[in-house]
């Protein structure tokens, strides 16, 4: 078993670094336009656009709690007890809160496919980014286990 952690944390990292740089869904509009955006690009639009706290929020939520959430795992991996002192209480509550991306495009494609006006599809990115999400969980969980 305890093999097994540092393998669940690196495939968690890969799996969430290709989530956030890979597309998450194709959206075709009246079969000319074509967007394949990825969390990062989405992220990068939306400050451009303007919409600064909208881009906070979900680059909080979706990149920067998800990295630090892995990097505090390989942490406690690595660096035994002492690791798992360093794992504040607060920030375990935030694990209930890591499908909330993959939720949120899910229902994007759902609201895209039933207008009319689009269709969607999903791409490697979400697929991706979803794994993280589940290996990561389960890195947690074997990290707790094994304290």
Same mark, same amino acid.
């Given at each position: 078993?305890?093999r097994? &952690?540092?393998?669940?944390?690196?495939?968690? /990292?890969?799996?969430? /670094?290709?989530? =956030? =740089?890979?597309?998450?869904?194709?959206?075709?509009?009246?079969?000319?336009?074509t967007?394949?955006?990825?969390?990062?690009?989405?992220?990068?639009?939306?400050?451009?656009?303007?919409?600064?706290?909208?881009?906070?929020?979900?680059?909080?939520?979706?990149?920067?709690?998800?990295?630090?959430?892995?990097?505090?795992?390989?942490v406690?991996?690595?660096?035994?007890a002492?690791?798992?002192? &360093? =794992?504040?209480?607060?920030?375990?509550?935030?694990?209930?809160?890591?499908?909330?991306?993959v939720? &949120?495009?899910?229902?994007?494609i759902?609201?895209?496919?039933?207008?009319?006006?689009?269709?969607?599809? /999903?791409?490697?990115?979400?697929?991706?980014?979803?794994?993280? =999400?589940?290996? /990561?969980?389960?890195?947690?969980?074997?990290?707790?286990?094994?304290?």
């Amino acid at each position: 078993m305890r093999r097994l &952690l540092p393998l669940l944390i690196f495939a968690a /990292t890969v799996s969430f /670094t290709l989530g =956030v =740089v890979l597309p998450l869904i194709r959206v075709e509009r009246l079969f000319l336009f074509t967007d394949e955006p990825s969390l990062a690009a989405m992220v990068y639009g939306l400050w451009a656009g303007g919409d600064v706290l909208l881009a906070a929020i979900v680059g909080l939520f979706s990149v920067a709690f998800p990295a630090l959430k892995l990097g505090l795992l390989h942490v406690a991996a690595y660096d035994g007890a002492a690791g798992h002192r &360093l =794992v504040p209480g607060w920030f375990r509550a935030l694990a209930r809160w890591s499908m909330l991306d993959v939720v &949120l495009v899910a229902l994007v494609i759902f609201a895209a496919k039933t207008s009319g006006l689009a269709t969607a599809s /999903t791409q490697p990115g979400l697929w991706f980014f979803a794994a993280s =999400v589940i290996l /990561t969980a389960a890195a947690s969980a074997l990290a707790k286990a094994e304290d």
